[in-house]
């Protein structure tokens, strides 16, 4: 059974740093795509940066400049170094694994940046 845990979310002030964390277990095999998404309070759920096998790498532009997506192939995990967050980085975060046509969902980590 294949399970997916985020760890790493928390309450942060304006201009702080978090590091999350996605874990995935039960996959025998390197999962191709591994992505982070968030979703704030009233809104739709966003992509946020995802990265590939090999590391290629790609940040929404809220992102850039701040966020770093990291993994590692042999574990089947993903981290997001998040720097100089905002308070509109509030969101609850999400770790997506796509292999092909299929994909799983994590439960998500709740990032709250606020003074």
Sequence with gaps: QVQV????????QPGGSLRLSCA??????????????RQAPGKEREWVAGIIIGGRSKYADSAKGR???SRD????????QMDRLKPE???VYYCNLRHGS?????QGT???VSS
């Excluded at 845990?5 to 942060?12: D, F, P, W």
């Design 89 to 91: 980085d509030t969101a």
């Design 102 to 106: 299929a994909e799983v969902w994590g």
């Design 24 to 37: 995935a277990s039960g996959i025998k095999f390197t999962v191709n795509a591994m992505s982070w998404y």
């Design 5 to 12: 845990v985020e760890s790493g979310g928390g309450l942060v």
């Design 110 to 112: 709740l990032v709250t």
């Design 73 to 80: 192939d042999a574990q089947n995990t993903v981290w997001l």
């Design 67 to 69: 966020f770093t997506i």
